[in-house]
């Protein structure tokens, strides 16, 4: 299971929300509902963003999305 982890990396880097959505040229409640979901966000064109984020807070994917095994009943 894949855990979005964007929240703790603004939180790590010293970015905000705010700043984030300027950058991407996005709202800033679009970019706060990512930050506040543990799900990667489904959007179209997500590949794209996730490399502008990665651009902006000088980051990888692996930084942002956090796998872990299924748990198996």
């Known amino acids: 299971m894949a855990k979005w982890k964007l929240r703790q990396t ?5 970015v905000s929300v705010t700043q ?6 996005r709202s800033r ?3 706060s509902n990512w930050a ?3 799900e990667i966000p ?3 064109g997500f590949n794209e963003m996730l490399d502008k984020i990665c651009e902006i807070l000088k ?7 956090e796998s872990s095994p299924d748990k198996k009943d």
Do not use: Q
């Open 42 to 44: 489904s959007a179209r």
């Open 10 to 14: 603004l939180a790590d880097r010293k």
């Open 29 to 31: 409640t679009t970019v």
């Open 36 to 38: 506040n979901s543990d």
């Open 59 to 65: 980051c990888t994917p692996a930084d942002l999305i």
């Open 20 to 25: 984030l959505a300027i950058h991407l040229g």
